[in-house]
């Protein structure tokens, strides 16, 4: 195989070049909570995205890729199991701005039982993430998690208009840390994440 031909084969697994591929930052993670990654079309190519990654460390979680979903396909998505959704998203003063109606109250009694939730994480820019979010119906009945008190995003890669600004990959290991409470139990997601981001560091100096 040619150096050209390698460059452009694909790893089925990340779905990267083979010569950027990300496996080897991979680390299978089990999880109380499930994950469920709403991914925009417009980051499934981007090359510093983290969802990906985040996606194979977790094998239990699902990744959709859309902007605006079916709404029985959400549906089904969001409550499959029996699972209680649960969005990883701040109330934002551009939800106000669209009109959107104010979450609901989260019922802190569903924080005790980890293994009935099923978080939903949207993977896209700030404004992407809101249109999403204004788009989907069903997004905006769900309660909401909003992380707190949380050290500076790593995700040197990419521009962030504020240092809590994290990746997709750093806010669902600080969400899944928190509900489950067992942090050391995905200090891997953050080690692979550390070897992600060096690497894309590399080839953007290349």
Known sequence: MTTTESRRATCAACLRA???????????????????????????????????????????SRLLVGEAFPAVELETALHADGRTP???????AGEAELGLPAPPMLDPSLLAAPGRLRLVLLDATWRKSRKMLYLNSSLQALPRLALQDLPPSAYRIRKAHAPDQLSSLEAAAYALSQLENRPEHYAPLFAGFAGFVEQQSQRFRA
């Open 86 to 92: 649960l969005l990883l998203y701040p109330r934002t």
């Open 18 to 60: 083979q010569s950027a591929c990300i496996c080897r930052f991979v680390t299978p993670l089990d999880s109380q909570v499930e994950l469920l990654v709403l991914q925009h079309p417009l980051e499934v190519h981007n090359a510093k995205n983290s969802a990906r990654l985040l996606h194979l460390c977790l094998p239990s």
